[in-house]
Structures are given as C-alpha cells and as structure tokens.
C-alpha cells in the first residue's frame, strides 16, 4: 500500500480538480453539507493514499491511510508499514479513527461563519449564515473593545483539546493574543491537574513515571485507577505496549479500580474492587502493614526521602508527631492507626485481602506500581494521588529497572520539533483552569490564598472575552451544566464568546460567534505521534481533500484578524502556514540530524525510530547528591513544608483540607455523602466508544459500545431495573435519561456511566439530559490545593423511567 502513496503536489492538484467539479455539481447546501450521500460529485479519477492521524485527545494520534476518490474518503486504513513486533510497531489506529470517514464527512459539519441571531440568548442555538468579513471585523472590533475597556486580563482562551497533535495545532490563537497585549494565563487542566500537584509536592514536578518497557520476567504491576485498554487504546499507544510485555513477560497485574475495567476484564488481571475515592485508605493500610512487618526499606527512605520518620521530618516539623511513621501507626493528630480492619471499614475491600496484598507487594521484587487519572479526578484527588506516590517509596522500588514512582505510566516522543510559536505572553495573572467560571463571575474576588491565583496576589479583572478553539468545555466537558447556562447567558458578565469548530456542540451553541474550521485532516501539518513506550514517531500529514464550503484553517484565520489588528507582519513574519511548517521542520533536522528530509517524510507517510524505555528517577537513586530532585529539598517529599504553609495560610471552603502529609482525606461528595435521597456514589469514566465528545456523535461507535449506566445488580433489584431499561440519574444538580446495563462489572453502592455524550435538554424547559452527559450530574467545586475538577465523586440516585 504504501508505494501507491502520492506525491503531495500532485495531490494537491489532482484535488484541487475534484473540489471544482463538486461545486459545480450543486453539492454544498445552504445548510452546509456536501456530504450527503447522494452529494458525492463521481469523476472518473484514480484513488489516492492520503497519510493523517486521528488528532483527538486520547493522545494516540494513530496513524490513518485515507483511500481518497473524487474529493471523499472511500476507507480508512491505518499503519501497515515494519512490522508487529517490540520494535518499530504499528502505530495502527482503533476503531474511532478507522471511522474517521463518517466524522468528517458528516453532513453535520459546520461549512459557514455564523453569527447568534439578534435577540436569541446564548444557549439557544439559533445562528444565521455570515459573511468571513463580517465574522473578522467584529471580532477584531470586539478584541480590541473589551481590551481597552477592561484590560489584557479581560480576555482569555478556553482550555481545549479537540485539536492537540500536529505542529501548529493550537497555538496559532496564543500567538494572536500575546501580539495585542496577552491574555489571562491558566495551569492545570481537566486531565491532570491534581496528581500535577501530587507530584510537584512530592518529587518537584510531572505526572509520568517510567515506562511499561521497563517491566521484567514475572512482574507484579499494581495499577489503581488506570486501564491502558480503555484509555491508550491505539496499536502506537501504552495498550499495546502493556499488552505484548503481558505475553512476553508473563505479567502478574492487579487492578484497583471501582469498576472491572478492559484492562482486567478477559486478560487474566485480579481486579480488587473498591469504593470510589478511598484509595488513600487502602495505602495507608498497606504502609501499616509494610512497617509493623518490619517490610519498609528504611535505607531507600533515609537516603532520598523527607519525613517519614522523626529523623528525617524538617527542624520545624520534629517534635510534633508529625511524620508519615507517626500518622500511619496512630500517633498523629488524628490517632487513628491505619490498620487493614480500618481501611476495610473504607474501601469495602475484605482484611485479610489487604494483608495478603501487603505481602504480595513487599515481597515482590521488583514491583511496578502506578496510578491512571481516574483517582485524582476526585474532591480527594490530590492527596489520593500523593497517597499511591508514597507506596514504592517505602518499598525502595524506585529507580531500578522495572520500577515506576507511583505516577503514570511514562512516554517517549521526538523533542527536537517545537510548535508554532505562542510568543511571550507579557500578562502575569494565571488562574487554575477549572476555576474559569469563578474568573468570568468574579475575577476580582479571586486571591493566591482563596481561590490558588498565580503570578499576582489578586487578579484585577473578570473574563470579559472569551476564545473557544477545538473544544467543549464550556458545557459539555466541564461540571454543572445547568449552572454554567446560567452563567454564560448573561452577558453582563462574559461580553462575547468565540467559538472556532468542526461541529456545532453544545458549548458552540453559547457563542457569539462561530467558526468553521477546516479539521485536522484536512490540513498540511507534521504530527508527532501519540502517548507510546518504544517507537518514537512522525506522521508527516497532507490535507485529505480540498477545503469544502467556507472552513478555513486558525493560522489562515488568525493572520487575518492579526491584520485587522494591525499586527499581520509580526504575527506571519511574512510566512504561509506550510513555510512555517517547513521552516520548524528545518529546525528540528538542525537539532537531531537522523530525522527524515521533509521530501523524503512525506514521501514515507510515516517515520519511526526505536528509542529507550523511560526509567523514573534512575539518575536520582544513583546519585541524589549530583542530581537532586527540584523540591525544596532535592528529595522526594513525603512530608512537604510548603504544603504545611499552605494549610496555615490559605482560607479553604468549609471541610476542606490541605496536608503536609499525605493523608486519606474522604473530601466532598464522598462514600459518606450518600443520603436517603442520593444513596449511590457516581462517576464517569473514559470510555472506548468515543474520547469526551469528540466522536459522541458517530452513530456507528455508539452502537458498537452503547452509552449505558453500569450499575450492580443488587442496586439494580432493589430499584426493579433490569439491563436495556431506561433509567434517571438524579443529583443535586440536575437529571440525565440513559440506558441501564446491569453487571457485576461495578460494585454496589456505586455507578458509572461514560463522560463524554453530547448535553442534549430543553434548557427553557424541563432541562432532563435525554443525551446521557454526566456533567449535567456532577458539582463545580474547585479542590483544596489544585483548585481543580472534581468531577468523578458525586452522590445521586438512580430511577426506572415508567414511560
Ligand atoms: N477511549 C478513550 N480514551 C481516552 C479518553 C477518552 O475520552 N476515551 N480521554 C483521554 C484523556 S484526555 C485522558 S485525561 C485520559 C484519562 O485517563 P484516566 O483519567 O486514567 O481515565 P478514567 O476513565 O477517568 O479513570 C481510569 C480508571 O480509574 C477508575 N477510577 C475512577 N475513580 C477511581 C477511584 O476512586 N479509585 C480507583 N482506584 N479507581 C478509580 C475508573 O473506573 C477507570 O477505570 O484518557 C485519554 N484516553
Ligand atoms: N465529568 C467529566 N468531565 C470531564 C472528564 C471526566 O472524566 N469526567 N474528563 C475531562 C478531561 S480529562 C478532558 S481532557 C476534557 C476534554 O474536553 P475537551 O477538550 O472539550 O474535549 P472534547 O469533548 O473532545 O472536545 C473537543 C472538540 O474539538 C472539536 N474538534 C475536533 N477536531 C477539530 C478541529 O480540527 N478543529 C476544531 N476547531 N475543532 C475540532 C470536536 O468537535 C470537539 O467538540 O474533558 C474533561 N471533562
Ligand atoms: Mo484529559
């Protein structure tokens, strides 16, 4: 196949031809498709191989062969180029982007600028057709209104990751924004935001330990809320990595998870099961297990670690019964020993289970532990993920092969190629992203102690603009959809809203504006491949088709409201969007002379390299004093004095907590928030038929994996459910309709259902979510320390629908 892979000029004409011949046939309709099945122009030309990858946010970006006829995707192939063993592997897609051709060719895409029709609110969804002048000057004009008027720190862009491979990808709209003064800074994000504190907090910074490559004959790997099968799905990406080192390395693998996940369910892995945000319980039973058995490496600690015992605590903290040692056995504040009948008690997972694995673990060597996101997406999270980190420190398996640091699984890519530049950004004011709906309600309120603002002590403004690029976070992806509604219907508050997308999604819908952009695919771009252990890998993509209706690309769009702003020489530096591409690519090949010439990439499609598996921290453990660690004090921290400061000194919602140790704290929303009227515990998780929205509107994933509540049949019998059912999910938020599955695949007490479906109500009406979205369930509170998304610890309650 890959011999037939065209030259990209010639491509290009070749579609140029097709693209004419479409329109003249009639095809694009006011209503925007081109794609209709009848639509598609028949000419008798041959099919082409157009290399891309699938650029959503699973962080995959596999590899795709598009087979191209007559300006249309015929089918999808993927990566068929080395082979299939450990090294130079198939970056071979999954279902989702072997099904690419249906989302793209879509008859929903979205073809033309639209603007909100006058005198409909925000939310409603109705837009008229304009023009791409209209649609750039009242941006521009609108940019530099709310600019003058209120400020640079009056105007913010969303976090989105719709579009987050690629060379230019999203920074086109940085660039813009930091030429005309900067923006409103953010850090964090959805994903990981708490176990980033975790890990500043604890080892100076990042989330990714080392790599599932480094896994030795007969291991025993420990995963708690992580499922490689479920969330690096593609063949370039960590499931296939973790599924050949299973067959090679005879792999034992144990599964903490509330649910059964794909990583277990089938493949021969233990799963414990146990209930939702009380893994920190769990770690401290197994830390007292490991020290009144004599099983801590008190060497690995007293050598690289602050504060687990008396002698290793910071001056300030000794005297105080303030270690780790101190807390775990009881003789901290709380005087609690942390035994396995207590942690029982918690995580609903039997004694003598917690013993056995206590032992399991301290006697294996070397064991491999880690953590996915799914227990720092909790109220507890930060201190949950800090609670996993502590475990392979107190066994010293930290730093030799086959040993990870109780983070994730870690990655390699190519790091010679940089993006499009951004610019500097000359705004100090940097909030933490969740909390940008307190940003737009009450900058001005919003202090370092009360709500994490960075950069200054006080922000000095509210969000007044608002620049939505590839993502759904408004709404869909974000919590209290009910409430953010409210908040972005008045436009008092935000003053305008720009949307730049492939699809009108639910946060579309509460734009001012809104642009069609042109999807990844559908543009020239070099992508450096997704999340993988052994290959590093370059897709070098052509545009699969010729542009259709009106979409335009964000660096074409975005030059053009740079000169509208009188910035356009310093924005292209006289530039086209492939001479950039080209000039970074030149770069790269500057910097790391084996990468492929650009002729030579795109004639290849694909270029893979093997690299080393990632060991965490080896340097460290080999030699702490030549390569400390960038924490206060050059060693992994267990006991943080920062953290002790913090608790003195920032002013924290009522229950909330933040510990200079890490302590199971059970947060908000937690197993003992549930009531009478919200008996269960609810939440989300990644799910294979689709990445967050992205894909939620392919009919053909969804009925291969059906978007469902997962609920034990002991709930489900009480409640008179049975699998297929139609049933409610109630919190104190709002309501969702969605399917019932009844299984054993989740523990009572507790359901799960997708994140990711499309928010599908009548917001003038009834506003029940007949799509399934959870965050139409889940509660906008920041955390203690990470100010950030809680959103997998909810109570509600679970109904038959009778009609
Ligand atoms: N198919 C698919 N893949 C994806 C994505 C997607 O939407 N779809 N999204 C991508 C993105 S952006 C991200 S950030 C990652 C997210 O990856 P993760 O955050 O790791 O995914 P989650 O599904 O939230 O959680 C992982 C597992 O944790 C479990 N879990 C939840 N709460 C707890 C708990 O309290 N304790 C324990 N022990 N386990 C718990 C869940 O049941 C789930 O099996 O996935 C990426 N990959
Ligand atoms: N309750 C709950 N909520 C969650 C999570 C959870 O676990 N539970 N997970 C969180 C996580 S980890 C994340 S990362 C966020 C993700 O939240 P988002 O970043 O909003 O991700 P998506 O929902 O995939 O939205 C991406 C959008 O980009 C658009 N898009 C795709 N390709 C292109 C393109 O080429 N150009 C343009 N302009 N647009 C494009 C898609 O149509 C889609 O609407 O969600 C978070 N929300
Ligand atoms: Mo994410």
Redesign the pocket.
């Known amino acids: 196949m890959n011999d037939v892979t065209m030259n990209r000029r010639s491509f290009v004409k070749t579609a140029g031809a097709l693209g004419a011949l479409a329109a003249a046939g009639g095809a694009i309709s006011a209503e925007g498709s081109l794609f209709g099945e009848s639509s598609i122009a028949h000419a008798d030309t041959e099919e082409q191989t157009v290399w891309q990858h699938c650029g959503v946010?699973?962080?995959?970006a596999c590899a795709l062969q598009c087979h191209v006829k007559d300006g249309s995707i015929e089918y999808v192939e993927s990566d068929n180029t080395g082979s299939s063993d450990m090294n130079s592997v198939q970056v071979r897609a999954c279902l989702?982007g072997r099904s690419i051709r249906r989302w793209l060719q879509s008859p929903d895409r979205l073809n033309y600028p639209m603007k909100r029709v006058a005198g409909t609110k925000r939310g409603e969804g109705k837009y008229e057709r304009i023009s791409w002048d209209e649609a750039l000057d009242t941006i521009a004009s609108e940019m530099k209104r709310i600019r003058s008027t209120y400020g640079d720190t009056a105007m913010y862009i969303h976090y989105a990751?719709g579009v987050s491979s690629g060379i230019i990808a999203g920074t086109p709209v940085n660039r813009l924004f930091n030429l005309t003064g900067g923006y409103l800074k953010t850090y964090g994000s959805?994903?990981?935001a708490q176990i980033s504190a975790a890990g500043t907090y604890t080892y100076g910074g990042g989330t990714y330990g080392s790599s599932f490559l480094t896994l030795q004959d007969n291991e025993l790997v420990v995963m708690?809320?992580?499922?490689p099968a479920?969330?690096?799905?593609g063949g370039g990406g960590h499931t296939w990595d973790f599924a050949r080192m299973r067959e090679a390395k005879n792999l034992r693998v144990i599964c903490?998870?509330?649910?059964m996940?794909d990583t277990v369910c089938g493949q021969g892995g233990e799963w414990i099961p146990?209930v939702?945000?009380?893994?920190g319980a769990l770690c401290a039973a197994l830390a007292y297990q490991w020290i009144t058995n004599d099983q801590v490496d008190t060497e690995f600690l007293h050598k690289y670690c602050v504060g687990y015992d008396e002698e290793t605590l910071p001056e300030d903290a000794k005297g105080k019964n303030a270690s780790y040692k101190d807390y775990i056995l009881g003789n901290g504040a709380d005087k609690t020993a942390k035994t396995p009948a207590w942690a029982s008690a918690i995580t609903k997972i039997p004694e003598q289970r917690i013993i056995e694995l206590a032992d399991e673990m301290a006697k294996a060597d070397p064991v491999y532990i880690c953590q996915?996101?799914?227990?720092?997406?909790?109220s507890n999270g930060e201190n949950?993920a800090r609670c996993i980190m502590v475990l392979p420190q107190l066994l010293g398996q930290i730093g030799k092969p086959g040993t990870n640091d109780g983070r994730?699984e870690g990655c390699n890519s190519i790091q010679a190629i940089a993006t499009f530049p951004a610019g500097k950004n000359p705004v100090p004011d940097t909030i933490s992203l969740y909390t940008w709906p307190d940003a737009i309600d009450h900058g001005e309120q919003m202090t370092a102690t009360n709500a994490g603002v960075q950069g200054v002590e006080k922000l000095s403004n509210s969000i007044k603009f608002l620049f939505n690029y590839g993502g759904n976070a408004l709404t869909n992806q974000h919590s209290d959809i009910n409430a953010t509604h409210e908040l972005l219907q008045d436009e008092s508050k935000c003053e305008f809203i720009v949307t730049s997308e492939v699809f009108m999604t639910d946060s579309a819908k509460y734009s001012d504006i809104i642009l069609p952009d042109l999807a990844v695919q559908e543009q020239l771009d070099i992508s450096k491949g997704g999340y993988a252990d052994n290959d590093e890998v370059l897709f070098f993509c052509d545009p699969v088709y010729e542009p259709v209706g009106e979409r335009r690309g964000i660096y074409e769009v975005c030059t053009d409201l740079a000169e509208r702003l009188g910035v356009k020489d310093q924005f292209t530096e006289g530039k086209t969007r492939e001479e950039w591409l080209r000039s970074l690519y030149e770069q790269a090949r500057e910097k790391d002379s084996t990468l492929p010439t650009w002729e030579e990439g795109f004639k290849m499609g694909v270029y893979k390299r093997d690299t080393k598996p990632k060991l965490s921290l080896e340097k460290f453990v080999a030699d702490p004093e030549a390569n400390p660690l960038p924490t206060e004090s050059g060693k992994i921290q267990i006991y943080s004095e920062k953290l002790a400061k913090f608790a003195q000194t920032w002013e924290l919602n009522d229950g909330d907590k933040i510990t200079a140790l890490p302590e199971f704290d059970p947060a908000f929303d937690s197993y003992l928030d549930v009531s009478e009227e919200y008996p269960l515990l609810l939440?989300?998780?990644?799910?294979?038929a689709?990445?967050?929205s992205s894909y939620s509107n392919n009919s053909v994933l969804q009925t291969a994996a059906l978007h469902q509540l997962w609920i034990n049949p002991e709930d489900a019998q009480t409640r008179g459910i049975s699998t297929g059912d139609m049933v409610s999910v109630k919190t104190e938020r709002g309501e969702v309709r969605i399917m019932a599955k009844v299984t054993n695949r989740v523990i009572p007490g507790t359901v799960?259902m997708p994140?990711?479906m499309w928010h599908d109500a009548d917001m003038d009406g009834d506003r029940i979510d007949k799509g399934g979205c959870i965050n139409t369930l889940t509660r906008y509170r920041p955390t203690a320390l990470a100010k950030a998304n809680p959103q997998?610890s909810n109570v509600a309650q679970v109904e038959k629908v009778s009609e």
């Not at 946010?57 to 995959?60: E, F, I, S």
């Not at 479920?230 to 799905?233: L, Q």
């Not at 996915?372 to 909790?378: L, M, N, Q």
């Not at 939440?683 to 294979?688: A, E, L, R, S």
Request: glycine share 16%.
């Open positions: 946010n699973c962080g995959g989702r990751s959805y994903s990981s708690f809320g992580n499922s479920d969330t690096r799905m903490i998870d509330p649910r996940s146990i939702p945000g009380t893994d996915g996101y799914g227990v720092e997406r909790h949950a994730r939440m989300g998780f990644h799910y294979k689709h990445v967050h799960v994140q990711g997998h």
